[in-house]
């Protein structure tokens, strides 16, 4: 399947399949699985500050011994970032596809040094997943873009790999924030991270947690967006994310102007064998388009080069019931 190739991030990606960050690309036993099952690239679990602080959080019950408090914490967080760095390490020596690290971060300056070392240990590039819960009434949205852009103008200027930001779709205006992330140094952004939602049992009157996978369905929020942003930074590289789960998904978000997909509930769902069928429907929809490139029609019905661009730009039902005379 040559003619799948594609560019992401400045690298070369043998088709636009990426595995998402996720318990997929945990370990080196299954990224090479992944590899072997025709994945174009992988973006490796993330490093989640979060997680560390949770980790040792146990700890706490050494208060009465501060030294060996301070002595465990750094040991565990050391052994578990040791951990992640020698992942990257063996899955460069193992594997011929791009790997590209990723870290979940949620305060400025917490782990800018660490990308350095994920850039060190081999990683082709790094995905920054970025998410503050705006939870207090008194914080501005525009104080928290201001953090999300201290965060990935901090990594970009550390690193000189590739930066691309999972952004999610809760900003006022995305693509003023995505020229924000641009001018950062961020070369890419994946549209759109997916978070916990919470749901509420009627039974049991309990919060539980919702279903953490992602239907075709969840594609549509993106695919507006996607083609905006590729109509508006025609230099952008986007990888669509949340809601690929077959080829006409991947063909939709390529046509959108996303040059890669990232892939992860479909693969939990129906196992390694999709990505194959993925890539398979790709091509076989490519040939009998007389497509030879993905980038002879990556974007083609972006907001630019669509005979209507009002299809992007309709966000109220008033048009929609007035044409059809309700
Ligand atoms: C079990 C599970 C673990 C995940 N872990 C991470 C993670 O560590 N870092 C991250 O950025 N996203 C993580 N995600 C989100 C996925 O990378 C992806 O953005 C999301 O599932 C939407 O893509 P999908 O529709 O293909 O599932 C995780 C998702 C799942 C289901």
Redo the contacts with the bound molecule.
């Keep these: 399947m040559k003619q799948l190739k594609t560019e992401y991030l400045g690298l070369s990606l043998r088709n636009p399949l990426i595995v ?4 997929l690309t945990a370990s080196l036993e299954k990224l090479q699985r992944l590899e072997a099952a025709g994945a174009g690239a992988v ?1 490796l ?2 490093v ?1 500050e979060e997680q560390i602080v949770n980790e040792t959080a146990h700890l706490e019950v050494y208060n009465a011994y501060p030294e060996a408090a301070d002595y465990l914490h750094f040991y565990l967080k050391e052994d578990y970032l040791e951990q992640y760095i020698g992942l990257i390490a063996e899955a460069k020596k193992n594997l011929s596809i791009p790997v590209i690290g ?1 870290i ?1 971060c949620v305060s400025e300056g917490g782990w800018i040094d660490f990308a350095r070392r994920i850039e060190e240990a081999g990683a082709d590039a790094l ?1 920054l ?1 970025v998410f503050f819960l705006p939870a207090d009434p008194m914080v501005a949205g525009a104080e928290i873009e201001r953090q999300y852009l201290s965060v990935v103008r901090d990594v970009a200027e550390k690193v000189s790999v590739p930066v691309a930001v ?1 952004i999610s779709t809760h900003f006022t205006s995305p693509l003023n924030m995505i020229q924000g992330i641009r001018q950062c140094g961020a070369e890419g952004v994946v549209m759109f ?2 978070f916990y939602e919470p749901d509420i049992n009627t039974d049991s009157v309990q919060v539980m947690e919702a279903d ?3 239907t075709s369905a ?1 594609l549509r929020g993106s695919i507006r967006w996607i083609a905006m942003a590729s109509a508006a930074f025609p230099d952008l590289d986007i990888a669509a ?5 077959t080829g006409a998904d991947a063909v939709k978000v390529l046509l959108a102007g996303a040059s890669a997909f ?5 693969i ?1 769902h129906n196992g390694l064998g999709v990505i194959d069928r993925i890539n398979g429907y790709l091509s076989g929809w490519m040939t009998e388009h007389r497509f030879t490139s993905i980038s002879e029609f990556c974007g083609r019905l972006n907001y630019r080069s669509v005979a209507h661009p009002l299809a992007y730009e309709r966000a109220q039902f008033m048009k929609y019931f007035a044409a059809r005379g309700e």
Excluded: P, Q
């Design positions: 998402s960050s996720s318990g973006v679990k993330s989640f990723s979940c995905e997943n999972k991270n997916r953490i996978f992602s969840d994310s949340t809601g690929v789960h990232e892939v992860c509930s479909a939990y």
